[in-house]
T-cell receptor, first 114, second 115 residues
């Protein structure tokens, strides 16, 4: 069974600085999809970025980028030029192409200080 | 925004009573998921569905059952509610194209309190 691990329960960053959130996963599948979701206090789940395992190029969405290391089974999220609105829970997720299960990590709470 | 609605949004129930939560979608997506969110545990998959009448268990399925009699509705039932099932429940939907998987879209969540 696949698992997703987020080892940082909480992180903090100063406004305009850069922060990296860690995620590792365990799988025996060779192809899969990885996601980062953001959950602000409103509880709404918002997709931040996605990565297909067969693509070697790291995904980027504006200030958000990932460092995808397939051999190490690592999928970290880098937030550049942090803004107060980035404060939220961030969840890493794995989707299996065989079972279509979507598995989440335990989350990292990001605080952004002015 | 994806058309996904959870009902009720809040519910307080007594221990031992059955409870049903409803997830309704208007997107005609094939896949539907139920999660529970608890502090320190993130989102844990309870059950999911890959088509009408096709469901499978997630990692925390004990004490829960689901049904999907039509594409748009996915029901989660707590057979006999316990205090450990006090949680926020999320429904999610997703589809699968011939080219790539799409991300999941989430409902607004249901806060369930079992007293």
């Amino acid at each position: 069974a696949q698992t997703v691990t987020q080892s940082q329960p909480e992180m903090s960053v100063q406004e305009a600085e850069t922060v990296t959130l860690s995620c590792t996963y365990d799988t025996s599948e060779s192809d899969y999809y990885l996601f980062w979701y953001k959950q602000p206090p409103s509880r709404q789940m918002i997709l931040v970025i996605r990565q297909e395992a067969y693509k070697q190029q790291n995904a980027t969405e504006n200030r958000f980028s990932v460092n995808f290391q397939k051999a190490a089974k690592s999928f970290s999220l880098k937030i550049s030029d942090s803004q107060l609105g980035d404060a939220a829970m961030y969840f890493c997720a794995y989707r299996s192409p065989n079972t279509d299960k979507l598995i989440f990590g335990t989350g990292t709470r990001l605080q952004v200080f002015p | 925004d994806a058309g996904i609605t959870q009902s009720p949004r809040h519910k307080v129930t007594e221990t031992g009573t059955p409870v049903t939560l409803r997830c309704h979608q208007t997107e005609n997506h094939r896949y539907m998921y139920w999660y529970r969110q608890d502090p320190g545990h993130g989102l844990r998959l309870i059950h999911y569905s890959y088509g009408v009448k096709d469901t499978d268990k997630g990692e925390v399925s004990d004490g829960y059952s689901v049904s999907r009699s039509k594409t748009e509705d996915f029901l989660l039932t707590l057979e006999s509610a316990t205090s450990s099932q006090t949680s926020v429940y999320f429904c999610a939907i997703s589809d699968r194209s011939d080219i790539s998987f799409t991300e999941a879209f989430f409902g607004q969540g249901t806060r369930l309190t079992v007293v």
